[in-house]
Each structure stands twice: as C-alpha cells, then as structure tokens.
Nanobody, 119 residues
C-alpha cells in the first residue's frame, strides 16, 4: 500500500507564496503520476497540477504561470510552489498518486492540507 502525507499549508496574504509537500511511503513499484487537487468550500474537487514519472507536467488554466509542480523521485516527494496567491486559491489541497503497486495499480489520496489566502 501507499500512504501520502501532505504538509505546508497555512494562512497567507494575497500575493504571497506557499510551498506544499507530499511524501509517499509504503510498498510500491513506481509512482507514475503525482498530482494536486483542491476543494474550496461548497465546491467540487478540481485538478490543479500533475507531474509524471517521466517529467512531464500539466496545470489547470487558473494556476498557470503562478504555480509550479516538481518532484524528487529519490525522496518519493512532490511539491507545489504557489506564488502570487489569490483569495480564490483558498481550499483544501489534496495530493494524489496513481501508482504501480506490488500486486495491482493503486489510486491513493492524502488527507489534505488547508491553504487560506486573505485579501
């Protein structure tokens, strides 16, 4: 199984920056994609950014140019650098991975970390 633990959320003023981290642990063959989603109060969970094991990245239009996803494969960790934060970025941010497990493919979510951007 795979476990994901996020950290780095908090309260920041508009225009500020935060960096989220998500560390994977457990038994697996490969973390194929590691990505971030977010869920604002009263809204559905939405895609933010993704990073594949071969280095490709993808971003939601709403965060392009402000957020950067990166990963350290040696540490099984993915990061989300968030700059120029806006109040509408306020949400619980969830880390997700699609992994190749020892016996089967896995879809795993972290517990979430709250990001609050004040105006």
């Amino acid at each position: 199984q795979v476990q994901l633990v996020e950290s780095g959320g908090g309260l920041v003023q508009a225009g500020g920056s935060l960096r989220l981290s998500c560390a994977a642990s457990g038994r697996f063959v490969r973390l194929n994609v590691m990505d971030w989603y977010r869920q604002a109060p009263g809204k559905q969970r939405e895609f933010v950014a993704a990073s594949t094991s071969i280095g490709t990245t993808n971003y939601a239009d709403s965060v392009k140019g402000r957020f950067t996803i990166s990963r350290d494969n040696a540490k099984n960790t993915v990061y989300l650098q968030m700059n120029s934060l806006k109040p509408e970025d306020t949400a619980v941010y969830y880390c997700h991975t699609g992994a190749t497990g020892v016996y089967k493919n896995l879809e795993v979510w972290g517990q979430g970390t709250l990001v609050t951007v004040s105006s």
